[in-house]
Every structure is written in structure tokens, then in C-alpha cells.
Nanobody, 115 residues
Framework: QVQLVESGGGLVQAGGSLRLSCVAS????????VGWYRQAPGKERNLVAE???????FDDASVKGRLTISRDNAKNTVYLQMNSLEPEDTGIFFC?????????WGQGTQVTVSL
């Protein structure tokens, strides 16, 4: 059974940092692409970063230089390091992956950035 569990969110002041974790079970993160998505209040879910099996990464232009995705193979975990956070980064952050044409999401972790 595939399961993704996010953690690490919280309330932070603008300019602060958080590190989000996505712990996977039932799959191996090194074998596939894992993405982080943000869903702002009242808006749709959008991709902010992803890491591929060969460790290539993609970052959305809105977060370049501020958010870094990485992977710990031994812990089967994908991280999202977020620096210089802005109020516009507020939202629920989800991780996502695919296996056998089926997509899997975690339950999300809330990030709130105050002025």
C-alpha cells in the first residue's frame, strides 16, 4: 500500500524558513518522480518543485532560489527546504508521486507565512 506523509509545516514570519518532509512507504522514491505542490486558499493545486529518479530537479519560476527539493534515499524521504518565505507562499503543501498509472497524494501540511 502506497502512502505519503507530509510534515514540517507551521506558522512562520516573512523571511523565515521551513523544511517540509514527505516520507514514503510502499514505494521507493529513487525509482520515480516525486513532486511538491502548493494549494493557496481558494486556489487550485500547483506544482512548485519535483525531483526525478536521476536526481534532476525542476523548480517553478515563482520559487526559484528560495525553495530547494532534495531526497534522502536511506530514509525514503523527499524534502522541500523553503527559505525567504513570503506571505504569498501560504497554503497547504502536498507531495505526490505515481505508480502504475495511479497518482498518490499525502494529506498535506499547512504553511502560513505572516507579515
Amino acid at each position: 500500500q502506497v502512502q505519503l506523509v507530509e510534515s514540517g509545516g507551521g506558522l512562520v514570519q516573512a523571511g523565515g524558513s521551513l523544511r517540509l518532509s514527505c516520507v514514503a512507504s510502499g514505494i521507493t522514491v529513487t525509482d520515480r518522480t516525486v513532486g511538491w505542490y502548493r494549494q493557496a486558499p481558494g486556489k487550485e493545486r500547483n506544482l512548485v518543485a519535483e525531483i526525478r529518479s536521476n536526481r534532476d530537479t525542476f523548480d517553478d519560476a515563482s520559487v526559484k532560489g528560495r525553495l530547494t527539493i532534495s531526497r534522502d534515499n536511506a530514509k525514503n524521504t523527499v524534502y522541500l527546504q523553503m527559505n525567504s518565505l513570503e506571505p504569498e507562499d501560504t497554503g497547504i503543501f502536498f507531495c505526490d508521486t505515481w505508480q502504475s498509472e495511479t497518482g498518490y497524494w499525502g494529506q498535506g501540511t499547512q504553511v502560513t507565512v505572516s507579515l
